[in-house]
């Protein structure tokens, strides 16, 4: 079975950095095309993809955010992380992480269940 | 570049609801369609335009047409109202986008 589990602090004051950590289970981040994304969901808005590793770990990032963000993993704990540079309070959003695989092409096909982030002093 | 969703759409129950999705890259490149209830995370409906992931009912499908593609969700219940959101990917220019979101009322 394959599951998702995002973590990281619930609340961040302005300008602090972010870190949040996925672990995941039932698949492997060394398996050819498997890749782990971040996307985010302000409160009542759209869902906004940030950051792509994959296999190969070959790094997307969007464009828009790219100065602000990195992202890494660890194929021996089964993480990925996401680092947020410069955070503001229209940050504020749940975050998730989510699975590609080979099967599915681009397709997030597993999504954690996500973290909600909130930005305030 | 962006993808185009309507903002609502509403069904009656048993009737047929199509969400569409538009961009210019769209014609290069898959689709995929996702539900999202409230509270909940997004879930697959449909991957690579057209093909449905196992578990996934049968009344929802997938189609394309030039720069628009269409969820087309047939015989409506109750439980499909929800917010669905479309997804391309072009790892040559911004890897990845979703559509603003459509949110479906079974009325």
């Known amino acids: 079975q394959v599951t998702l589990r995002e973590s990281g602090p619930a609340l961040v004051k302005p300008k602090q950095t972010l870190t949040l950590t996925c672990t995941f289970s039932?698949?492997?981040?060394?398996?050819?095309?498997?890749?782990v994304a971040w996307i985010r969901q302000p409160p009542g808005k759209a869902l906004e993809w940030l950051a792509l590793?994959?296999?190969?770990?070959?790094?997307y990032y969007k464009s828009s955010l790219k100065t602000r963000l990195t992202i890494s993993k660890d194929t021996s704990k089964n993480q990925v992380v996401l680092k947020m540079t410069n955070m503001d309070p229209l940050d504020t959003a749940t975050y998730y992480c989510?699975?590609?695989?080979?099967?599915?092409?681009?397709?997030?096909?597993?999504w954690g269940q996500g973290t909600l982030v909130t930005v305030s002093s | 570049y962006e993808l185009t969703q309507p903002p609502s759409v509403s069904v009656s129950p048993g009737q047929t609801a199509r969400i569409t999705c538009s961009g210019d890259?769209?014609?290069?490149?898959?689709t995929y369609w996702y539900q999202q209830k409230p509270g909940q995370a997004p879930v697959l409906l449909i991957y690579k335009d057209i093909e449905r992931p196992s578990g996934i009912p049968e009344r929802f499908s997938g189609s394309t047409s030039g720069t628009t593609v269409t969820l087309t969700i047939s015989g409506v219940q109750a439980e499909d109202e929800a917010d669905y959101y479309c997804?391309?990917?072009?790892?040559?220019?911004?890897?990845?986008?979703f559509g603003g979101g459509t949110k479906l009322t079974v009325l």
């Open positions: 890259t769209l014609p290069n490149q898959y």
């Open positions: 989510a699975r590609t695989s080979q099967t599915t092409g681009d397709a997030f096909d597993v």
């Open positions: 039932g698949f492997s981040l060394t398996t050819s095309k498997m890749c």
């Open positions: 590793i994959d296999w190969d770990d070959d790094k």
């Open positions: 997804h391309s990917a072009d790892s040559s220019v911004t890897y990845s986008v």
